[in-house]
């Protein structure tokens, strides 16, 4: 089984999984900001806030796709690291984005 955010996410319960997620996701603030053109700086463990992305996924997640479909990726010409791992790191954010979607809708 490979393991993503998500399933490794859905695998864990209680505050242990709290703790994993909250830890995880801040690996993607950066991506969160450049994506939301910097409306939303960071995941903050804020019930609103998290609200606010979930109403705005379905705008964040169209230009995520936009990103993964360009020729050079703006992680990769950034950080200099490979196309698939820039593309990986979208579909990353865009799981965490989906999943926070679902948890309010």
Request: charged letters at 30%.
């Amino acid at each position: 089984m490979k393991f993503t955010v998500k399933s490794i996410a859905d695998f864990l319960d209680g505050s242990i999984k709290e703790n994993w997620v909250r830890s995880a996701i801040q690996e993607y603030n950066y991506l969160l900001s450049y994506i939301s053109e910097s409306r939303f700086d960071r995941f903050k463990a804020s019930e609103d806030y998290l609200r606010e992305i979930a109403e705005n996924a379905d705008l964040l997640i169209k230009r995520i796709d936009e990103e993964i479909g360009k020729d050079v990726l703006k992680e990769q010409s950034h950080f200099g690291i490979s196309k698939e791992t820039a593309i990986r790191n979208m579909q990353n954010l865009q799981d965490i984005i989906i999943s926070i979607k679902k948890y309010f809708f």
